[in-house]
């Protein structure tokens, strides 16, 4: 794992979010997007050499509609950027980690995702990000 790619940030209501980061990080987001296949939009902030993501559930049965049911707003995950996001995955898996894919997924940002389970993390999502070139 090369560095933190990113931090997600579960939110109801992304426009309302927006403006608050906007605020709070003084630029509006660099990107918007939606990822159908999660069912989740998305927007990105810079902060220096790091980046923020905040995301919102586009349907009541995404993975983020149950984790604001179960949660609430707030930090989702932690993602890190990978060079090889398979071999990356590999080696986890050797380590004894459960991935919650067989593959990698396409994911907001241009990137290859995959992510570890929470329960092997102590309670943290962690996504693995690979850029697609």
């Not at 927006?18 to 605020?23: I, Q, S, T």
């Not at 069912?39 to 349907?59: C, D, H, M």
């Not at 991935?99 to 309670?123: C, M, Q, Y």
């Amino acid at each position: 794992m090369r560095k933190i790619e990113h931090i997600g940030i579960a939110v109801r209501d992304l426009e309302a979010a927006n403006d608050l980061y906007e605020k709070l990080l003084g630029e509006p987001p660099y990107k918007m997007e939606e990822v159908a296949s999660e069912g989740v939009r998305t927007s990105f902030f810079r902060s220096g050499p790091n980046k923020i993501e905040l995301l919102e559930a586009t349907s009541a049965d995404s993975p983020i509609a149950r984790y604001l049911e179960k949660r609430g707003e707030g930090i989702h995950h932690i993602a890190f950027d990978v060079a090889d996001i398979r071999a990356e995955m590999q080696r986890l898996k050797e380590a004894g980690f459960t991935i919650l894919s067989e593959e990698p997924k396409r994911g907001a940002d241009n990137k290859l995702v995959a992510f570890l389970h929470p329960k092997g993390t102590h309670g943290v999502l962690v996504e693995l990000c690979q850029e697609i070139s």
